[in-house]
């Protein structure tokens, strides 16, 4: 499948490396040409685009023929005629169970309401913040939660539990998209 990946950081470099692993044709675009994801593009000699969220994408930065667009750690809200393009759809993966806690600081928001449960979600790209709806999977919907440990800072629960579950969800809808 031709994909479009737009991500950051270290869930970014381990979702191009299973996108890569499942034979897929990668493009990325990327916030930051320091961050994992960008290092190990590069390494791969992968076609990147370097560019930060608060410039817009245009025409050339998006592929031709596009199957599937997926954003794991990113914050760009990508633009209907980038969400429409793909034959199987625009994806991504967001660090609370939507709807609820949306927007950067998802994680911060669930541990200071005190939740027991903050989880992950794989949803389809709109234009509205973390807005689009569920992603189906084999198993029903790809939403899990995860417990919350007390005292736990967002980092850490991002590094023990939101951004593994964020590759496993990424995964299954890759798996259920490549099916479709």
Do not use: C
């Not at 993966?93 to 200071?112: C, E, V």
């Amino acid at each position: 499948m031709k994909t479009l990946l737009i991500a950051n950081k270290h869930l970014g470099a381990l979702v191009l490396e299973m996108l890569l692993r499942r034979g897929h044709d990668v493009t990325l675009i990327t916030a930051d040409a320091e961050n994992a994801s960008a290092i190990w593009a590069e390494r791969l000699s992968l076609k990147t685009t370097v560019k930060p969220d608060r410039v817009p994408l245009v025409g050339e930065d998006i592929p031709a023929g596009l199957d599937l667009v997926i954003s794991a750690h990113s914050h760009r809200i990508l633009p209907t005629w980038v969400t429409r393009r793909p034959k199987r759809g625009a994806i991504g993966y967001h660090p609370s169970l939507l709807p609820a806690f949306k927007g950067r600081a998802a994680i911060a928001d669930a541990l200071a309401a005190g939740v027991p449960f903050a989880g992950g979600t794989v949803y389809h790209l709109t234009n509205e913040l973390d807005g689009g709806a569920t992603v189906m999977g084999r198993s029903g919907p790809l939403q899990k939660p995860v417990q919350v440990i007390w005292g736990e800072a967002p980092t850490q629960i991002w590094r023990r539990a939101l951004m593994p579950l964020g590759l496993e969800l990424l995964t299954e809808a890759v798996e259920t998209l490549e099916g479709a």
